[in-house]
């Protein structure tokens, strides 16, 4: 199943929405998605997960690369499935980013 | 300022000068080996001294057939090293590896196969079996697939925790073993992640070091069998046979499938390292999984046959590891790759000391022979990186040197005591004449280290190799008949004693013995200088039903049941109050030997052997007590006396005076049942008489 890839910026919030599946092949394009959201340097990246059925490897390197171009950053996961929190919370990632059912109050 | 840094982001060397099928590349830096990712691209680098060309097979993640092979041009190769830099590569969906030309002549030491493609000896990532026991596609052509690692983990400020060695207490568990049974009630039996779940356990168990089983890359698959009778499927569950030495074991990873072993593991180390508990690896550089001359082509044999083995002279393979092949460790080229492996573990990992498997052949030169000053274990000894890690060596090989005592230590290495592990079983099975050599071991055995200190000794009793502690008081004789070997492997010379019935009883005086001597042998471990180890579930008792070779056995056999900490509450309490002991009584854990005299001007010697009676040890009976004098220690620390009976009835034992101030009170008693076997601090009954019955099989350690 391929990605599906949305994305907008709005003040200091970046927003991307991705529906599918997250695999090493689909990672390039969300990877230049996130480059170009981050040029404007927004103060929060927030992801729309919730239709995103599986997120490899590649896809959690692309939140540490977010977060280390911009350590500032607030990343934030909305509504991922149990799956792709549980991958998370294995591998260290968990506290990196927020994992919320909702997009932060003032976003 | 920022033309020095246009300078750096768009140098001159890093753009490509040559195309095949679309895809661009260079000519690359000939180091670091391995795979690695530079601006906008990958280099490549591998080593052969013998091959005649080399090609990079490129190939997208999981994908049958590469999408481009790439010949090394001629001017691509600096001395022996081929390297290349690769652009614009899907860094997360690439798979890699090479095919070697050059002469096919097994005489003369070479095995080249241009139609095989072999992976790459410094892969940091190894695909291929990345889910535990997942069938694999034998007809694929390339089974173990190298990808690329990325070093961007968070490990939050952690370090490794350089806990000193003579204050460590280790752990020795497998992966899987230590959490696949259901009864661990974890999300992810049997993987790192696993693992990380029962962390707590561990910490108020009370060890401070896990020593890990092999989780480098390897296949479980290999020599896979069923059982020829109960058709049970038999597996390579150990894992002491390398194919990969940087990458670790993707199959040990909850998420090995999504290619995130490395992660997990790192997360692992990083949470152990939270609750003050070093990782140690246990290494295997000693062979490699690819065998005799009948084993496949994965990687080294295929590179450079001649410098990664050792050889007869008529091209077979020395095997000294008994396992089909010897790595060639003390070839200049191989010890630069265990070197930067090691490097890789402690860098990257954060891996705080290794244990390694027959480490005698890290000594053997190039033709075989045992070397008096071997340059790798020199080098391993004074190397910078590895300058505060454990080093510690299986002082033996299966090619007949045992080299306990007498391992080249270079004041680094510590050893795995085998001479400790027997005597004790001797002794607490009853065998006479044997009080000289356990005084010396309890001591950390002078005789064997007087030159290096007791920390050189790494004391156990039971190990993943042989019977557990609990089968080791239950069985006379080993019971491997599920290996399918028809009970032929495994050792013969266990030293057990079942204590008056083969194997599992309802026998309450049996069972209430067996107890006993658990306890025995767990007081006199901890009671020793050196460096003490407990195997994985000897706490609460585990049993591998009389298999003492438990190497194939991924099932309940080796797993550790966590039912059992539920039921055997009692002997685990023992066991974390003996360790808290150890723990609260720096006098047990110098790093000098005692002097057998008075060095503080306490009136008493640093340790005094009596029998029965004081001053009276009886050399040639089951019977010895001895005063470790507290004032020895800095800062001061309480007198510990232990009297240990190994005859089968009760006997009187005269107890020293108490310093000066002080009362004697029980700390253990293995002849009482829970909870009055072990006491907290100064909790224990007070002892005032000059006379104690120390039970049959039992110890009694008092303190003051």
Known sequence: MALDILSAVEAKTARIALTGELDGSAAPALRETVDKVLSGKPAQLILQVERLSFMASAGLRILIFAKQ????????????RPAIVDTLRKTGFYDGVYVTDDEPAGA | MSTARLALEERIDFYPTHEVSGVRFRRGRALPFGATIVPHGVNF??????????????????????????EFPREFRIGDVYSMIVFDLEVENLEYGYRFSGPWDPRAGH????????????????????VWCKRPDRSAPYQHRARLAFDDFDWEGDTALEIPTKDLIIYEAHIRGFTSSPTSK????????????????????????????????????????????TGQPLINYWGYSTVGFFAPKAGYAATGGLGMQVDELKNLIKELHRSGIEVMLDVVFNHTAEGDERGPHICYRGIDNRTYYILTPDGYYYNFSGCGNTLNCNHPVVRNMVLDCLRYWVSEYHIDGFRFDLASILGRDQNGAPLSNPPLLESLAYDPVLGKCKLVAEAWDAGGLYQVGSFPAYGRWAEWNGKYRDAIRRFIKGDEGMLGEIADRIQGSPDLYWYRGPTASLNFITCHDGFTLHDLVSYNRKYNEA?????????????????????ETDDPCVNALRERQIRNAATILFLSRGIPMLLMGDEVGRTQGGNNNCYCQDNAVSWMNWDDVRKEAGLLRFFSKLLAFRHAHRVLRGDKFFEHRDC??????????????IGEPDWGGRCLA??????????QDDDIYAAINMFWDGLPFQVPPAPEGKSWRVAINTSMPSPEDIYDGESGPRVDSSEIIVGGRSIMVLVA
Not at chain 1, 70 to 79: A, E, F, R, S
Not at chain 2, 45 to 70: H, N, Q, Y
């Open chain 2, 186 to 229: 974890i999300s992810a039996p049997g993987t790192f992640a696993g693992l990380r779940e029962k962390i707590p356990y561990l910490k108020s168990l009370g060890i401070n070091c896990i020593e890990l089983l092999p989780l480098f890359e390897f296949d479980e698959w290999e020599n896979y069998r069923p059982h020829p009778e």
């Open chain 2, 626 to 635: 001895f005063l470790i004098c507290g004032k020895h220690a800095i800062p």
């Open chain 2, 600 to 613: 503080v001007g306490s009136g008493k010697p640093d340790i005094a052997f009596h029998g029965t009676r």
């Open chain 1, 69 to 80: 171009k911009q350590p500032d950053l607030k990343i934030y996961l909305v509504k991922p």
């Open chain 2, 483 to 503: 290996n399918g070997e028809g009970n032929n492997d495994g050792a013969n010379d266990n030293n057990s004693w079942n204590c008056g019935w083969e194997g």
């Open chain 2, 111 to 130: 095995r080249f196969d241009k139609t095989k493609v072999v992976c790459d000896p410094y892969a940091k990532v190894l695909g291929g079996r990345d």
């Open chain 2, 45 to 70: 680098s591998i080593f052969s001294s013998a091959a005649d060309s080399c090609t990079l097979v490129l190939f997208r993640k999981r994908e049958r057939e590469p999408f481009v092979e790439i």
